[in-house]
Structures are given as C-alpha cells and as structure tokens.
Nanobody, 111 residues
Framework: QVQLVESGGGLVQPGGSLRLSCAAS????????MGWYRQAPGKQRELVAS???????SYAGSVKGRFTISRDIAKNTVYLQMNSLKPEDTAVYYC?????WGQGTLVTVSS
C-alpha cells in the first residue's frame, strides 16, 4: 500500500511563503494526476492545484498566480509552493495521488 506523507505546514505571517511537500512511498509517475486540496474549519474540502503526468496544471481562482504545484520524480515528491499567503489560506492541506490521500498538514496564516 503506497503511503503519502505531507510536511512543510506551519504558522506564517500574511504575505509570507511556505512550501509543502508530499512524499510518496512509491513511484509517483504511476499515479497519473496529482493534486493538493485544502479544508478550512467549517468548510468543504476544495481542490487547490492539480498536475497531470503530461505537465498540465490547474489552479483554483483564489490561488492562481500565488501557488505553484510541481513534482520531483527522482524523489517521488510533489510540492506546493505558496507565496503571498493570506489569512483565508488557513486550512489543512492534503495531497492526493490517484485515489490515495495524505494525512494533511496545517497551514496557519496569521499576524
């Protein structure tokens, strides 16, 4: 059973940056589309960014231009670079590869 482990969350001030990592125990190329989701308190989980094996990316309108999804095949790791963070970006962030979810990492944007 492939497992995903996220890291990189934490507390950051508005305007700051964080890079989330999602390390897979297997070859991420086999998963096809990979994505980052987030769930804020009291809200539904939403798709933040996705990337296909072909390199096509898609972003939620609220993060477009600020977040970037990328991958390192050699390290079996998917990243989410988050810049110009806002308080409304506060949420638990999850990676999803195929049908497999990670455990989530908390991002808090606050002064």
């Amino acid at each position: 059973q492939v497992q995903l482990v996220e890291s990189g969350g934490g507390l950051v001030q508005p305007g700051g940056s964080l890079r989330l990592s999602c390390a897979a125990s297997g070859n991420i190329f086999n998963f096809g589309t990979m994505g980052w989701y987030r769930q804020a308190p009291g809200k539904q989980r939403e798709l933040v960014a996705s990337r296909t094996n072909g390199g096509s990316t898609s972003y939620a309108g609220s993060v477009k231009g600020r977040f970037t999804i990328s991958r390192d095949i050699a390290k079996n790791t998917v990243y989410l670079q988050m810049n110009s963070l806002k308080p409304e970006d506060t949420a638990v962030y999850y990676c999803k590869l195929g049908a497999i979810w990670g455990q989530g990492t908390l991002v808090t944007v606050s002064s």
